[in-house]
């Protein structure tokens, strides 16, 4: 699961990123609002930790443009300002949550779990599809009720499709997803295929019911 954490305060910032990666997030940082609304527009992330004062511009402004141009992505504000009117601007605009600073990395970590499961998993701790239940929070996956050990990336990677079932992911998507947005920077795309080949037998090998379907010329889709 990918993070996306704009906030201007570099000891905040270090913080958050070495607290989450330790949780196994993928971690993207902006420390302005120009790199912010880059990141926003460019990319998706399963949730976005959002400083609302920030140099050149202001975070309820991205998060108006998260919203304007109909991106889900779970939101939650982080904010110096701890007031009953800008925790009320923040939700009427989208976010889907607010925390003033200075607050307890433990709750923020169970906030982000919540909205995450909201945004993905209809409010469940468990997506399902066919035989096969997978437990984000847990990082657990069952077929048939018995456990399958993956590694991250394939556990990561197995998630990502099963929270968007028969549906198209260009491989571009699938590496940003998995291995961050500066996967782009690639000059081959080619170590998805290894990885899908890899799940696959894995999946196969434990009689899951689902398997990965190759589009060709643009991705892959979970059927």
């Known amino acids: 699961m990918k993070i996306l954490i704009i906030e201007d305060e570099p000891a905040l910032l270090e913080t958050l990123r070495h607290f989450l990666e330790k949780e196994k997030y993928i971690i993207e940082t902006a420390n302005d609002y120009f790199s ?5 527009g460019t990319y998706d992330y399963d949730c976005i930790l959002l400083d609302i004062m920030l140099p050149n511009g202001n975070g309820i402004d991205i998060l108006k443009e998260i919203r304007k ?7 939650i504000i982080l904010s110096a300002k701890g007031s009953v009117e800008d925790k009320i601007l923040g ?4 976010a889907d949550d607010y925390l003033a600073k200075p607050f307890n990395l433990m709750e923020l970590h169970s906030r982000i779990k919540s909205a995450i499961r909201r945004k993905n998993q209809d409010g469940e701790k468990f997506v399902s599809y066919k035989n096969v239940k997978l437990y984000p929070e847990e990082r657990k996956i069952l077929v048939d009720g018995t456990e399958l050990s993956l590694n991250r990336k ?4 197995l998630y990502y499709f099963m929270i968007r079932p028969e549906k198209i992911l260009q491989k571009t998507s699938l590496a940003e997803s998995v291995w961050g947005d ?22 196969k090998d434990n009689n899951a019911e689902i398997d990965f379907q190759a589009v060709y010329g643009v ?3 979970l059927v």
């Open 36 to 40: 912010g609304i880059e990141k926003v």
């Open 182 to 203: 500066n996967i782009d920077q690639s000059d081959s795309l080619d170590f998805i295929y290894s990885q899908i080949k890899n799940l696959r037998k894995k999946l």
């Open 154 to 157: 394939e556990f990561d990677l």
């Open 69 to 75: 141009s109909g991106k889900k992505d779970s939101v």
């Open 91 to 94: 939700l009427d605009f989208g």
């Open 219 to 221: 991705g892959y889709k």
